[in-house]
């Protein structure tokens, strides 16, 4: 079997094809969202990290030693963190999009009462 494009028509199609592609990477959107932005020391926190990307590789950044119960899906990963045990509290969400990377960080300030 010969892998050559044999006619316009396969080279329109194939051109076609990988401006779709490229026309919806452009599109890429994250988010990540603080539910509250701030919390007692000792307090419960949720973060959400979300695209617009349809097949995307996400990944969550905490600080080692910050324990989270993670729940997932295909667009969107969301941490729990039940006990906050950390001053310093900030999360990064990067999602990789066919070849494009999207990074997002928040600031969670973390009091003492």
């Known amino acids: 079997m010969d892998s050559r494009l044999t006619s316009l028509a396969e080279c329109i199609w194939l051109f076609k094809l990988l401006f779709i592609v490229t026309a919806t990477v452009t ?4 988010s990540i969202d603080v539910n509250p ?10 973060m959400n990290c979300s695209t617009t990307c349809p097949k995307p590789t996400i990944n969550m950044e905490h600080k080692a030693g910050v324990n ?16 906050v045990q950390q001053w310093d509290l900030t999360p990064a969400c990067s ?7 999207k990074e997002k960080t928040a600031n969670v300030t973390v009091y003492s009462k």
Do not use: N, Q
């Open 37 to 46: 932005t701030a919390v007692e020391f000792g307090g419960s926190i949720e």
């Open 68 to 83: 989270f119960i993670r729940t997932k899906g295909s667009t969107w990963y969301k941490d729990y963190f039940p006990s």
């Open 95 to 101: 999602v990789m999009c066919i070849s494009e990377l």
């Open 27 to 30: 599109g890429l959107e994250v």
